[in-house]
C-alpha cells in the first residue's frame, strides 16, 4: 500500500468503528504560546480542559504537524537519520468519555495485524510502570488487555509486554491539568526480529515506535496531586510516514535486510526525482554513521533528505499563511529554509531549485489538503521570494565561512559565528552544522555574548528611554481605570517619586491612568495635590509593573506618602477606545477579505490615529482595502456591545486571536465584539461599537518584505476629516459650477485641456530657441583652420533652455567652442560646450565654466564636451 492507501485505510477503519472523520486543523494553533501544531491533539484541548463540549463522542483524522523549534524540535535530526521530520502527518483517533482503554488497544491491534498485516511477532507493547517518586501507579488494566491479546497470539506477555516509566510512559499536557498513562506499539525491523524487545525506546533505528496510545484519566493540580477526571479520554497517535516508510523499505514485509526509512515511499520519491534532475546526483539511502567526517555519499544523501523534509514544511506552513520572518514562527521556517538552500548550494542545485520544489508536494497532497492547491502561487511566491534573497548573500557567506574555518584552530569563535548569522543570514545551527562536518566546534557562549551586545546597542538607540524602578521588591500598582465612567477624582497614596534624564514620574498605590503597552499609549489626564494641579503628560509600566506618571513641572518635591486625586483626561481616553476597538474590528475584517493566514505585526494607537502592520505578500488593491473599510463600518453600525471578560491560560477560547511572542500571564484578558472579532488584549475598549462612530483608512505602505502598514482614524478624527472633505468638495462645486457627482470628470476636462496647453506652449518655446540658435550661430566669425568660439550673453532664456540652445548652436556651427550665460533670479548661469574635434585639440568645457565660475565665487563642471555652472551676482 502506499501512502494515500494507508491514510484512507486508517480513517475507513475508524469510521467503521462509529469515529466521525474530522478535517486537519492549521498548522497555526489558537494556543499563543505554541509555535505550530505539533500533534492532532492540539485542536481537542479545549474539549481535555473540559471549556467545550465534543461534537462527538468518536474521532479521527489526519493531522498535519511541524516540529521544529520550542520545546518539540526535531529540527536537528533531520537529514541524519531515517525517521526524523520538521513536517509530518498524525493519524490519530480519540474518545472523549466514550470507549477506553480495552476498545482502543484491541482497535489498534486489529488495524495494524489484520488489516494491514503487521507481523505480530515483530510487535511490542510498552505500558507505564512508574519509577519511585513518579506520579500514578503501575497500568495493570493496560498490562491485563495486552496480556490476553498477547495470550491469545499464543505469544509470552513477559516478552512483550515491556514497562516504562514517566519519561516514555505517562503524558502530561504541562505542570497542571490533564493527563494519563501511555501505551506504545513498537516494531522490530532487525533482519532476523529476535531482539525480545531489547531496542525498544533505544534510540535505534532498527525498532520503531509506530503507535502512541494516550488515556487521560487524571488532572494534575498545582499541588502536585492527582484526582480522577470524571470523563476519560482517550487519545492516540501515528506518523504517516513511519507506517508508509516500514511498508515500502520492507516490500510489504518480505523483506528485512535494510535499515528502514521514512524516505524510502512515495512520499518523497517525486521530491528525490525533481532533485536528481536539478543536480545530476543520485539519492543512494545512505545514513551516517557520525555527524562528522561524513563520505561524499552520506554527505549527498543528507542533503537530499534535508531538502526533500524542509520544502514538504515549508509549503504546508506557507499553505496556511504562516510566513518566513525575523519573528517566532516565522523566524523558524526561515531558518528551515535557508538551511534547505544551503544544502541545495552545496549539492550544486541552479539558483532558485528550492523554491521549484514546492509544485511537487502540492502536485502530491493537494488532493489530501485542497488549500494547498487554492493557496498554490501564493506558496511559490512566498519561497521563491524568500530564497532569492538569501541567495544574493549566501556564496559571500559561504566564501567567508570557510575563511573562518581555516584560521579556526578547532572553534569558529562567537564573534565569527556572529558575522556569519548578523551578515550573511547564516542561523546558528547551520554554522554548527557545516562546521560539524568539518570537525570543528562552535563558541555557542560567545555568540550568545556577541549576540546580548547588539540587543543593548538597539535597546540604547530606541528614542524612548526605559524607566525601571531601582527596588526590584517594589509591588505592581493596581489599575483601577477600565472603567471610562470612573476614571476622575480618583484618590490614590502617593508611593515613591522616580527622576531620570530631567523627567519625574509619581507612582500612587492605585491609579486610573493606563499605562502603554501592547501598541496603546499611556493615559494623559491630570494630578491634584494638595492645592497644586499637575498635568500627567505620559505614563510607562517597569518591569515589576509599576505605573511611572510622567509629570510635567514637578522637582524635588517631597511627596512619598501624601494623598493625590487622580483624573484621566476622559475626552483622549475615549478617542484612544474608539481607536483602539476599531483596530481589532479592522484586524478581524483583514482575516475575513484576505484570509486567516493574515497576521498582526505590530500596531500603535492614541487618541488620533491607528496604526495596524499586518503580513501580506501583495499590496491591497483600492477595492479591497473598500471593502475592509465597509466592513468595519458594518459593524460599527450594529451597534456591537463589547464582552470583555477574563479565563486562565489555559481556558482561552477556541478561536481567539493571540500573537504568538507575547507575553501572557496565568491569567489573561479577552475582548469579544460578537461573532466578528474576539482577541487577547489587555487594552481600553468601547462598550459599544456605535461609540466609535465612524472609520476611515487613510494610507496601506509597505514596510518591509511581505509586511504593510495601514494607517486609519475613527470618531472625531474621522468627523475632522469628513468636515475638511466636505468643505473642499464645496468650494470645489461652487469654483466649477457643477454637483459634486460632476467634480472629477470636470478636473479631468481641465487637466486634459491644461496638459494641451502646456504641450503647446513647450512647442512654441522649442520654435523660438531654434530661431534664436539660429541666429546666434549665424553672428559666428567662421574660421577654417581652428574651432569657432562663440561666447554670448542671451536673455530671456532660463537655465534649461539655455543649455538647449547652446547644443542647438554647436550643431550648426559644427567644430567650435560655445560659451553662453544667462541671468534669473539673482545668479548667473553657463553653459559650455564642445565638439568632439575641439575636445581632441585640447579644449574642455568643464574647465571653460570652472574658469567662469570661480572668478565670481560660484562652482561648475561637467564633461570636457558639456558642463553647467552658476555663480550669484553681486549688485
Request: charged content about 25%.
Given at each position: 500500500m502506499n501512502s494515500d492507501e494507508i491514510r484512507q485505510s486508517f480513517l475507513n477503519f475508524f469510521s467503521g468503528y462509529g469515529h466521525k472523520i474530522m478535517p486537519s486543523s492549521s498548522l497555526l494553533p489558537d494556543t499563543p504560546n505554541l509555535l505550530f501544531t505539533n500533534a492532532g491533539m492540539n485542536q481537542f484541548v479545549p474539549i481535555f480542559l473540559g471549556n467545550v463540549k465534543p461534537p462527538f463522542a468518536r474521532v479521527a483524522n489526519t493531522q498535519k504537524c511541524i516540529r521544529a523549534g520550542g520545546k518539540h524540535n526535531d529540527l536537528d535530526d533531520v537529514g541524519f537519520d531515517t525517521y526524523h521530520h520538521t513536517f509530518f502527518e498524525m493519524l490519530g483517533n480519540w474518545s472523549f468519555g466514550d470507549f477506553f482503554k480495552r476498545e482502543a488497544i484491541e482497535m489498534a491491534w486489529e488495524l495494524l495485524t489484520k488489516v494491514w498485516k503487521f507481523p505480530k511477532d515483530r510487535l511490542y507493547a510498552t505500558i507505564y510502570s512508574p519509577a519511585p517518586g513518579e506520579p500514578a501507579a503501575f497500568d495493570a488494566e493496560a498490562y491485563g488487555i495486552w496480556e490476553e491479546i498477547f495470550g491469545k497470539e499464543g505469544m509470552s506477555p513477559e516478552n512483550r509486554i515491556i514497562p516504562g516509566t514517566k519519561k516514555d510512559n505517562f503524558w502530561m499536557m504541562g505542570e497542571s491539568g490533564p493527563c494519563g498513562p501511555c501505551t506504545e506499539i513498537h516494531m522490530d525491523l532487525t533482519p532476523r526480529g529476535d531482539t525480545s524487545g531489547s531496542l525498544v525506546n533505544a534510540g535505534n533505528s532498527w525498532c520503531i515506535e509506530l503507535w502512541n496510545l494516550v488515556f487521560i484519566q487524571f488532572n494534575a493540580t498545582a499541588r502536585g496531586e492527582l484526582e480522577n477526571l470524571q470523563n476519560k479520554y482517550v487519545d492516540t497517535g501515528m506518523g504517516l510516514e513511519r507506517a508508509v516508510g516500514i511498508l515500502a523499505k520492507t516490500k510489504n514485509f518480505s523483506d528485512f535486510s535494510q535499515l528502514p526509512s521514512n524516505y524510502d515511499s512515495d512520499l518523497f520519491a517525486d521530491i528525490f526525482l525533481e532533485i536528481e534532475k536539478m543536480c545530476g546526483a543520485k539519492y543512494r539511502g545512505m545514513v551516517p554513521q557520525s555527524r562528522s567526517g561524513m563520505s561524499e555519499c552520506e554527505l549527498t544523501d543528507f542533503w537530499f533528505r534535508a531538502i526533500a523534509d524542509h520544502i514538504r514544511a515549508l509549503t504546508f506552513a506557507a499553505g496556511d499563511g504562516i510566513f518566513p520572518s525575523n519573528e517566532g514562527r516565522g523566524y523558524v521556517l526561515r531558518r528551515i529554509l535557508r538551511r534547505a538552500v544551503m544544502f541545495g548550494n552545496l549539492l550544486h542545485l541552479?539558483?532558485?531549485?528550492?523554491?521549484?520544489?514546492?509544485?511537487?508536494?502540492?502536485?502530491?497532497?493537494?488532493?489530501?489538503?485542497?488549500?494547498?492547491?487554492?493557496?498554490?502561487?501564493?506558496?511559490?511566491?512566498?519561497?521563491?521570494?524568500?530564497?532569492?534573497?538569501?541567495?544574493?548573500?549566501?556564496?559571500?557567506?559561504?566564501?567567508?565561512?570557510?575563511?573562518?574555518?581555516?584560521?579556526?584552530?578547532?572553534?569558529?569563535?562567537?564573534?565569527?559565528?556572529?558575522?556569519?548569522?548578523?551578515?550573511?543570514?547564516?542561523?546558528?545551527?547551520?554554522?554548527?552544522?557545516?562546521?560539524?562536518?568539518?570537525?570543528?566546534?562552535?563558541?555557542?557562549?560567545?555568540?550568545?555574548?556577541?549576540?546580548?551586545?547588539?540587543?543593548?546597542?538597539?535597546?540604547?538607540?530606541?528614542?524612548?528611554?526605559?524607566?525601571?524602578?531601582?527596588?526590584?521588591?517594589?509591588?505592581?500598582?493596581?489599575?483601577?481605570?477600565?472603567?471610562?465612567?470612573?476614571?476622575?477624582?480618583?484618590?490614590?497614596?502617593?508611593?515613591?517619586?522616580?527622576?531620570?534624564?530631567?523627567?519625574?514620574?509619581?507612582?500612587?498605590?492605585?491609579?486610573?491612568?493606563?499605562?502603554?503597552?501592547?501598541?496603546?499609549?499611556?493615559?494623559?489626564?491630570?494630578?491634584?495635590?494638595?492645592?497644586?494641579?499637575?498635568?500627567?503628560?505620559?505614563?510607562?509600566?517597569?518591569?515589576?509593573?509599576?505605573?511611572?506618571?510622567?509629570?510635567?513641572?514637578?522637582?524635588?518635591?517631597?511627596?512619598?506618602?501624601?494623598?493625590?486625586?487622580?483624573?484621566?483626561?476622559?475626552?483622549?481616553?475615549?478617542?484612544?477606545?474608539?481607536?483602539?476597538?476599531?483596530?481589532?474590528?479592522?484586524?478581524?475584517?483583514?482575516?475575513?477579505?484576505?484570509?486567516?493566514?493574515?497576521?498582526?505585526?505590530?500596531?500603535?494607537?492614541?487618541?488620533?490615529?491607528?496604526?495596524?502592520?499586518?503580513?501580506?505578500?501583495?499590496?491591497?488593491?483600492?477595492?479591497?482595502?473598500?471593502?475592509?473599510?465597509?466592513?468595519?463600518?458594518?459593524?460599527?453600525?450594529?451597534?456591537?456591545?463589547?464582552?470583555?471578560?477574563?479565563?486562565?491560560?489555559?481556558?482561552?477560547?477556541?478561536?481567539?486571536?493571540?500573537?504568538f511572542g507575547e507575553k501572557y500571564g496565568k491569567i489573561v484578558r479577552v475582548v469579544k465584539f460578537g461573532d466578528f472579532s474576539m482577541e487577547l488584549c489587555g487594552g481600553c475598549h468601547v462598550a459599544n461599537t456605535s461609540e466609535i462612530t465612524c472609520f476611515k483608512i487613510v494610507s496601506c505602505s509597505a514596510i518591509a518584505s511581505n509586511t504593510r502598514r495601514i494607517e486609519a482614524i475613527s470618531g472625531e478624527a474621522a468627523m475632522d476629516l469628513f468636515r475638511v472633505n466636505c468643505g473642499i468638495v464645496a468650494r470645489q462645486c461652487k469654483d466649477l459650477s457643477c454637483k459634486p457627482a460632476e467634480i472629477t470628470e470636470r478636473m479631468s476636462a481641465m487637466i486634459s485641456r491644461c496638459r494641451d496647453l502646456e504641450m503647446a506652449a513647450k512647442a512654441a518655446r522649442k520654435t523660438v530657441i531654434q530661431r534664436m540658435a539660429a541666429e546666434i550661430a549665424q553672428t559666428a566669425n567662421k574660421l577654417e583652420s581652428e574651432p569657432i568660439f562663440l561666447e554670448k550673453n542671451i536673455n530671456a532664456v532660463d537655465s534649461e533652455e539655455l543649455r538647449s540652445l547652446a547644443l542647438d548652436v554647436l550643431g550648426r556651427l559644427g567644430n567650435a567652442v560655445v560659451t553662453l550665460t544667462t541671468e534669473g533670479n539673482g545668479k548667473c548661469f553657463v553653459v559650455a560646450c564642445c565638439s568632439q574635434l575641439a575636445v581632441a585639440a585640447g579644449h574642455s568645457a568643464g574647465n571653460i565654466v570652472r574658469g567662469i565660475t570661480s572668478k565670481h565665487g560660484g562652482s561648475g563642471g561637467g564633461r570636457p564636451e558639456l558642463a553647467m555652472g552658476s555663480y550669484a551676482i553681486s549688485r
Open positions: 541552479p539558483n532558485g531549485s528550492f523554491s521549484r520544489l514546492s509544485p511537487v508536494v502540492i502536485g502530491k497532497m493537494g488532493e489530501i489538503f485542497p488549500e494547498l492547491l487554492e493557496r498554490k502561487s501564493t506558496i511559490e511566491e512566498v519561497l521563491r521570494s524568500e530564497e532569492n534573497s538569501f541567495s544574493k548573500t549566501i556564496d559571500r557567506g559561504v566564501s567567508i565561512f570557510r575563511e573562518i574555518c581555516d584560521k579556526s584552530k578547532g572553534e569558529i569563535s562567537g564573534d565569527d559565528a556572529f558575522l556569519l548569522h548578523d551578515t550573511y543570514g547564516f542561523p546558528l545551527d547551520l554554522t554548527q552544522l557545516m562546521a560539524t562536518e568539518r570537525g570543528i566546534a562552535v563558541d555557542i557562549n560567545g555568540f550568545e555574548i556577541a549576540m546580548g551586545k547588539q540587543r543593548t546597542l538597539a535597546r540604547a538607540a530606541q528614542k524612548k528611554s526605559v524607566i525601571e524602578i531601582a527596588n526590584d521588591s517594589a509591588s505592581a500598582t493596581e489599575f483601577v481605570g477600565y472603567d471610562i465612567e470612573n476614571i476622575e477624582n480618583i484618590s490614590a497614596q502617593i508611593v515613591d517619586v522616580v527622576s531620570s534624564e530631567r523627567r519625574t514620574f509619581l507612582i500612587f498605590s492605585k491609579t486610573p491612568f493606563f499605562a502603554e503597552c501592547g501598541g496603546q499609549v499611556g493615559d494623559r489626564g491630570t494630578v491634584r495635590i494638595g492645592e497644586n494641579i499637575f498635568s500627567v503628560v505620559d505614563v510607562q509600566k517597569d518591569k515589576n509593573g509599576c505605573h511611572l506618571h510622567e509629570i510635567k513641572n514637578l522637582t524635588g518635591e517631597k511627596l512619598a506618602g501624601q494623598t493625590a486625586i487622580l483624573s484621566v483626561d476622559r475626552n483622549v481616553r475615549r478617542n484612544v477606545a474608539r481607536n483602539h476597538s476599531a483596530t481589532h474590528l479592522l484586524d478581524a475584517a483583514l482575516r475575513k477579505v484576505f484570509g486567516n493566514h493574515v497576521k498582526q505585526a505590530g500596531s500603535h494607537v492614541d487618541d488620533r490615529r491607528l496604526r495596524f502592520d499586518f503580513s501580506a505578500l501583495t499590496a491591497p488593491t483600492e477595492q479591497e482595502l473598500e471593502e475592509v473599510e465597509k466592513l468595519v463600518t458594518e459593524k460599527i453600525l450594529a451597534c456591537i456591545s463589547s464582552d470583555i471578560f477574563e479565563v486562565s491560560a489555559d481556558n482561552i477560547p477556541q478561536g481567539c486571536v493571540a500573537n
